[in-house]
Each structure stands twice: as structure tokens, then as C-alpha cells.
Nanobody, 123 residues
Framework: QVQLVESGGGSVQSGGTLLLSCAAS????????VSWFRQAPGKEREGVAV??????LYADNVKSRFTISKGSVENTIQLRMADLEPEDTAMYYC??????????????????WGQGTQVNVSS
């Protein structure tokens, strides 16, 4: 059974840094994309970043501030978020699909989702 578990959310002031982690289990194939999405109250869920092997893709509004990478613990994906802004406040979700196919951030393309971790950025 595939499971994605997020951790690392919290509250920070504007300009601060947070590190989110996604622990993935139950996948039988290494051919997969793992991504981070976020959803703020009253807004649609939007893609933040995705990783497949050595390839990454970022949303334009986080490209210079966020970094997605494999974690030091096997089967974890991290999202380092620097220079956070109040506009980054949202529930952050880890999502995955297998096989990967293409590197993209469309919500409808991801079959597996975690429960989310809340990030709050105050000004």
C-alpha cells in the first residue's frame, strides 16, 4: 500500500526557512515522480516542485527560493523553503505518480497524496 507522510511544517516569520520532508513507502517501482503542492484557503491547489531522478521542475513563483531534493534518509523527498513570504502560507502536500512519464505539476496527474503539513508565514 502506497503511503506518503509529510513532516516539517510550522510557523516562521517572513524571510525565514523551513524544511519539509515526505516519507514515501509501498512503491514497487523506482520510476516515479514525487512532488510538492500547496493549497491556501480559498485557492486552488497549485504545484510547487517535482523531482524524478536527477531532474527537477519548479513553479515560477518559488524557483529561486525553494529546493526539492532526495533526503538523506532513503525514500524521502525534501523541500527546502528559503526567504519565505506570507504568500507562501498554505497546506503543503506531497504527491507521487508511477511511472513518471513526464515532469509536470498538474494536480490531476498525481494518484497518490499525503495528508499535508501546514506552513504559516507571518509578516
Amino acid at each position: 500500500q502506497v503511503q506518503l507522510v509529510e513532516s516539517g511544517g510550522g510557523s516562521v516569520q517572513s524571510g525565514g526557512t523551513l524544511l519539509l520532508s515526505c516519507a514515501a513507502s509501498g512503491f514497487t517501482s523506482k520510476n516515479k515522480c514525487v512532488s510538492w503542492f500547496r493549497q491556501a484557503p480559498g485557492k486552488e491547489r497549485e504545484g510547487v516542485a517535482v523531482i524524478a531522478g536527477a531532474h527537477t521542475l519548479y513553479a515560477d513563483n518559488v524557483k529561486s527560493r525553494f529546493t526539492i531534493s532526495k533526503g538523506s534518509v532513503e525514500n524521502t523527498i525534501q523541500l527546502r523553503m528559503a526567504d519565505l513570504e506570507p504568500e507562501d502560507t498554505a497546506m503543503y502536500y506531497c504527491a507521487a505518480r508511477t511511472p513518471c512519464g513526464y515532469l509536470g505539476l498538474r494536480v490531476e496527474d498525481f494518484a497518490y497524496w499525503g495528508q499535508g503539513t501546514q506552513v504559516n508565514v507571518s509578516s
